[in-house]
């Protein structure tokens, strides 16, 4: 797993950038009218992407479209599963928080 894909991840648009291409391949074109950012900038966060191989370009015709891949998120999922329980025990306090919450007068 490389730092890179963690700095990748660190930008909210990059982030952004990775749930739209989910949904399959899409142009950069496509992806910049998605934003209120310059089709400039839209490329740069593409390259850091693709420098931490979590996107991969293919031409096509005229175009290039962006694929997601998945294998360095589904690597940080496997690290990130030991510290689940941290999460699950502070969502069950607060949950038991709420609950009492609402049962007292």
């Given at each position: 797993m490389s730092k890179d894909v963690f700095l990748a991840?660190?930008?909210?648009?990059?982030?952004r950038l990775l749930e739209l291409l989910a949904d399959g391949p899409r142009t950069a074109g496509d992806l910049a009218a998605q934003f209120e950012l310059s089709r400039p900038a839209v490329a740069e966060h593409l390259q850091v992407l693709r420098r931490a191989e979590l996107v991969r370009d293919e031409q096509v015709g005229r175009q290039?479209?962006?694929?997601?891949e998945a294998a360095?998120?589904?690597?940080?999922s496997e690290?990130?599963?030991p510290f689940e329980?941290?999460?699950?025990?502070?969502l069950r306090?607060?949950?038991e928080l709420l609950e009492n919450e609402e049962e007292s007068p």
């Open positions: 991840l660190a930008s909210p648009s990059r982030r290039r479209l962006y694929h997601l360095p998120l589904e690597q940080i690290w990130l599963h329980r941290f999460w699950r025990d502070r306090s607060m949950a």
